[in-house]
């Protein structure tokens, strides 16, 4: 069965500086997709950013971007110019022909 | 505006009886999520459906049931057999071809039982 690991339960930033969230998943298939959700303290979860895995560029939306590393099985959030409103819970999450795999999740805190 | 509902937000019931939480989404989507998260953790897949009539269990199916008898509507019932029930309950859908699959949630539902 696909598992997806975050090791950082939580993690810290400065307002305007950068952060990494890592992601790491276990799976034998070759097709499948990687996503980024945030879940702020209103509890909706917010799709971030997509990743194909048969795509080698990384995704970015504005400020949000992936590290993602098919090899090592890798797909880390990179967050620049944090800002307060980022805080949140981060969860990655895999999916392929099957259901959806999440991570236990980052709670991100933002220092202004 | 296409989204996803569940209501109600906050529901309260006394141990012992059954409660339904209701899903509905106008996306046009085939599949349709059941999620329940508890407090500083992940989400654990409860049910799914890819197709209306049919449904399958996730990890934690055991007290909980579910209907698909429209395509927009995915209700849950947590059965007094659930051993604690208290929780957020997020619903969830997404396309099965053409897309990325990327799953939309609704608002969720905290659902606490006394």
């Known amino acids: 069965a696909q598992t997806v690991t975050q090791s950082q339960p939580e993690m810290s930033v400065q307002e305007a500086e950068t952060v990494t969230l890592s992601c790491t998943y276990d799976?034998?298939?070759?097709?499948?997709?990687l996503f980024w959700y945030k879940q702020p303290p209103s509890r909706q979860m917010i799709l971030v950013i997509r990743?194909?895995?048969?795509?080698?560029q990384n995704a970015t939306e504005n400020r949000f971007s992936v590290n993602f590393q098919k090899a090592a099985k890798s797909f880390s959030l990179k967050i620049s110019d944090s800002q307060l409103g980022d805080a949140a819970m981060y969860f990655c999450?895999?999916?392929?022909?099957?259901?959806?795999?999440f991570g236990a999740g980052t709670r991100l805190t933002v220092k202004p | 505006d296409g989204g996803i509902t569940q209501s109600p937000k906050y529901l309260f019931r006394k141990e012992g009886q059954n409660v339904t939480l209701s899903c509905e989404q106008n996306?046009?989507?085939?599949?349709m999520y059941w999620y329940r998260q508890d407090p500083g953790q992940g989400l654990r897949l409860i049910y799914y459906s890819q197709i209306v009539n049919d449904f399958q269990k996730g990890d934690i199916a055991e007290g909980y049931s579910v209907s698909r008898e429209k395509k927009e509507s995915f209700p849950l019932t947590v059965t007094s057999a659930q051993k604690n029930p208290t929780a957020f309950y997020l619903c969830?859908?997404?396309?099965?071809?053409?897309?990325?699959?990327?799953?939309?949630f609704g608002p969720g539902t905290r659902l606490t039982v006394t």
């Open positions: 990743q194909e895995a048969y795509k080698q």
């Open positions: 799976t034998s298939e070759s097709d499948y997709y």
């Open positions: 996306l046009n989507h085939d599949a």
């Open positions: 999450a895999y999916r392929s022909a099957g259901d959806m795999r």
């Open positions: 969830a859908s997404s396309r099965l071809w053409g897309g990325s699959y990327e799953q939309y």
